[in-house]
């Protein structure tokens, strides 16, 4: 059998109040990505302005004697800015999925560690799932869990 596809050791025994704070910051892990998720979509508009803006689908004033930029200059920084925030957001994202799974499996507690931090910086919501995260994670009964 491969290390991929190689069964999961059953976890040590948890206190039932601490098992049931990591499923309960598993499955917040879960809604809060879809919010991040569905929040750094709306980017989406800059990009599709931008794009036509770079094909000159949008109609701008070009021969304005005033314009400081040219007007594709400007749809490609909103291209870039926007596809940069999706970027970012989708992948921020992806990493609190995957941190919920593992906090249900008990794996990887650098990685959530990390990941409850970034989430830290997510106003309100993010704030406190991070904070109440990295206090169950820092509980020595946990920690030893994760072993």
């Known amino acids: 059998m491969d290390a991929v596809n190689a069964p999961v050791p059953p976890p040590?025994?948890?206190?039932?109040?601490?098992?049931?704070?990591?499923?309960?910051?598993?499955?917040?892990?879960?809604v809060l990505a879809g919010f991040t998720?569905?929040?750094?979509?709306?980017?989406?508009l800059h990009l599709v302005l931008?794009?036509?803006m770079v094909s000159g689908k949008l109609p701008v004033d070009a021969s304005n004697p005033n314009?400081?930029?040219?007007?594709?200059?400007?749809g490609w920084f909103?291209?870039?800015?926007?596809?940069?925030?999706?970027?970012?957001?989708?992948?921020?994202?992806?990493?609190?999925?995957?941190?919920?799974?593992?906090?249900a499996q008990r794996r990887r507690h650098t990685l959530?560690?990390?990941?409850a931090g970034i989430s830290c910086m997510m106003m309100p919501f993010?704030?406190?799932?991070?904070?109440?995260?990295?206090?169950?994670?820092?509980?020595?009964?946990?920690?030893?869990a994760f072993a």
């Not at 569905?38 to 980017?43: C, E, K, Q, V």
């Not at 314009?67 to 400007?74: I, K, N, T």
């Not at 959530?112 to 990941?115: E, F, Y």
């Open 126 to 144: 993010g704030t406190v799932l991070g904070v109440f995260t990295l206090i169950v994670l820092l509980r020595p009964q946990v920690k030893a």
């Open 50 to 52: 931008g794009l036509a």
């Open 12 to 30: 040590l025994d948890l206190p039932a109040e601490d098992a049931n704070h990591l499923r309960l910051l598993s499955i917040f892990h879960y």
């Open 37 to 44: 998720g569905l929040f750094s979509l709306f980017p989406v």
């Open 67 to 74: 314009a400081e930029l040219e007007p594709q200059l400007v």
């Open 112 to 115: 959530c560690l990390v990941v």
């Open 78 to 103: 909103f291209v870039a800015f926007a596809g940069i925030f999706i970027t970012c957001g989708l992948t921020l994202a992806g990493f609190m999925v995957y941190a919920g799974r593992c906090l």
